[in-house]
């Protein structure tokens, strides 16, 4: 299922004295089952275009193709339905959402909100929270006794339990520690790889964005100004620049290994551990 924004533009508060437009002839295809990453400074409008990725916020004026659904200004809620069950989106602090007695209930929430069956629901918990990384006793527990990293797993869980076929995730490292940061970052890379997950990561973090995804976009001022694949725009310096952007330290590391073995290296989402391999 493919994403394409075509001429988006969003305005917070239309037709009001308050009127603030903060996107504008947004112009953006997310591939099925690629990695998209959107980089931006805070205020750049990453936020308003991922609450369009699945209905919440509809354009002002042009398009969102969500596959064969198109989603415009004046469509009804109903609509949608389908779109939000297949683009699911994991907030900043998602853990912040989880309201539910124990792990298992909060997790079962959401597909049987959508009809699923009970049984269907738990097998799809029991078999997710293995897959977040956590014990399967965790899921008879109330969530409020589980770590701040552990719940954010929880909550993922709950994502995932609807079954998407394209993921968005809104900085979702933030406020872990530098291990649990790679380890939720590694874990939906092999989501990604391993069951086709369409994944959208919106992030102002570039050592991440070079990482993982086979897709930048660049966002500046409401504007979607420059496309591509890693290798392209983080060898673009001067363009980064204009934006107040520089390449991450681990495409910079790349190109310096590159220059002194004097051939290049495959992608721009080797870890430095890997590249120090490949020196040896
Ligand atoms: P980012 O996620 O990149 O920080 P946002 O999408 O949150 O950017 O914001 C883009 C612009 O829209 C900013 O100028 C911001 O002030 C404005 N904005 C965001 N939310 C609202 C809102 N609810 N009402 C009015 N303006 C908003």
Redesign the pocket.
């Known amino acids: 299922m493919d994403i394409k924004l075509q001429q988006v533009s969003y305005a917070?508060?239309k037709d009001t004295p308050?009127e603030?437009y903060?996107l504008f002839d947004v112009d953006l295809t997310i591939p099925h089952q690629s990695y998209q990453a959107i980089i931006?400074?805070?205020?750049?409008?990453?936020?308003?275009?991922l609450q369009h990725f699945n209905g919440l916020l509809k354009p002002s004026t042009g398009e969102v193709h969500i596959g064969d659904r198109i989603i415009e200004a004046g469509k009804k809620a109903k609509e949608l339905k389908p779109v939000r069950q297949k683009v699911g989106i994991v907030f900043q602090f998602p853990e912040h959402q989880l309201f539910e007695e124990t792990v298992l209930k909060d997790i079962m929430f959401g597909p049987m909100n959508f009809g699923v069956s009970e049984e269907e629901a738990e097998r799809r918990a029991r078999e997710l929270i293995t897959l977040v990384g956590l014990p399967e006793e965790v899921l008879e527990k109330s969530p409020f006794d589980l770590s701040g990293g552990q719940m954010r797993r929880v909550a993922i869980a709950g994502v995932l339990a609807m079954q998407p076929e394209v993921i968005v995730l809104d900085e979702p490292t933030a406020g872990l520690d530098p291990r649990g940061q790679k380890e939720i970052m590694d874990m939906f890379y092999e989501l990604h790889k391993k069951r086709g997950l369409t994944t959208i990561l919106v992030t102002h973090s570039m050592e991440d964005a070079a990482r993982y995804a086979d897709r930048i976009a660049i966002?500046h001022e409401?504007r979607c100004v420059l496309t591509g694949e890693p290798r392209e725009i983080f060898a673009d310096v001067e363009t980064l620049k204009k934006y107040r952007l520089e390449p991450p330290r681990i495409v910079r590391f790349q190109h310096r290994v590159e220059k002194l073995i004097g051939t290049t290296l495959p992608k721009g989402c080797l870890t430095e551990e890997e590249l120090a391999i490949e020196l040896a």
């Open positions: 917070y508060g308050f603030k903060a931006g400074h805070t205020g750049s409008g990453k936020s308003t275009i966002m409401g």
